[in-house]
């Protein structure tokens, strides 16, 4: 099945800095890239998602970018503010028979003002 | 639209007793699943349904049970609840027929501690 890498587990940036989180995935026939994110105590809920035929997308501060031939794929959060301060998740997930989302373990994302 | 509800929020168990976790949604989603959530663990996969009837095991299974007799709910059955249950779980749906590449609406956890 799916193997999902994610690092760094956690990671702290001055406001204002930017922060890259990377995750790869082992399955080449994965095509669908959700990121997560996490408050504390909160649900996940969904920031940007990317698909196979894309190589990258933006929504205002954050970017994700997705290499399929080394089979990973990274979040970029510009501008950093304290409310990004979160556990972010990313995902992968083959488009084959009934699979479903593999995650990986999470990066902590603290922004200090 | 409510959405995911997840009922109870709070839960402490016995080792050995039994109970049920409720996850509803409002959406005429056809997947649901259920997640539990460990620190350092990111999210697992227990168990997950495509349609009413359908069910499968995701990546740790024992000691869960579930059943998924309309499109609305999936509640998910701890037979014999062990210390190493302590979790948050999480239940999740998302659209017909596209959940392989469609988001997952996630509900709000149902935090256990088994004592």
């Known amino acids: 099945g799916e193997n999902v890498e994610q690092h760094p587990s956690t990671l702290s940036v001055q406001e204002g800095d930017s922060a890259v989180i990377k995750c790869t995935y082992s399955?080449?026939?994965?095509?669908?890239f959700p990121w997560y994110k996490q408050e504390l105590g909160k649900r996940p809920q969904l920031i940007i998602d990317i698909r196979s035929n894309v190589g990258e997308k933006k929504d205002q501060r954050i970017a994700v970018t997705l290499n399929k031939t080394a089979k990973h794929f990274s979040l970029h959060i510009t501008e950093t503010q304290p409310e990004d301060s979160a556990v972010y998740f990313c995902?992968?997930?083959?488009?084959?028979?009934?699979?479903?989302?593999?995650f990986g373990k999470g990066t902590m994302l603290l922004v200090s003002p | 639209n409510a959405g995911v509800t997840q009922t109870p929020k709070f839960q402490v168990l016995k080792t050995g007793q039994s109970m049920t976790l409720q996850c509803a949604q409002d959406?005429?989603?056809?997947?649901m699943s259920w997640y539990r959530q460990d620190p350092g663990m990111g999210l697992r996969l227990i168990h997950y349904s495509v349609g009413a009837g359908i069910t499968d095991q995701g990546e740790v299974p024992n000691g869960y049970n579930v059943s998924r007799s309309t499109t609305e709910d999936f509640p998910l059955r701890l037979l014999s609840a062990a210390p190493s249950q302590t979790s948050v779980y999480f239940c999740?749906?998302?659209?017909?027929?596209?959940?392989?590449?469609?988001?997952?609406?996630f509900g709000n956890g149902t935090r256990l501690t088994v004592t």
């Open positions: 399955d080449s026939a994965s095509n669908y």
């Open positions: 999740a749906s998302s659209p017909t027929g596209a959940f392989r590449s469609a988001p997952l609406h």
């Open positions: 995902a992968a997930t083959p488009n084959s028979g009934y699979s479903t989302l593999t």
């Open positions: 959406m005429n989603h056809e997947y």
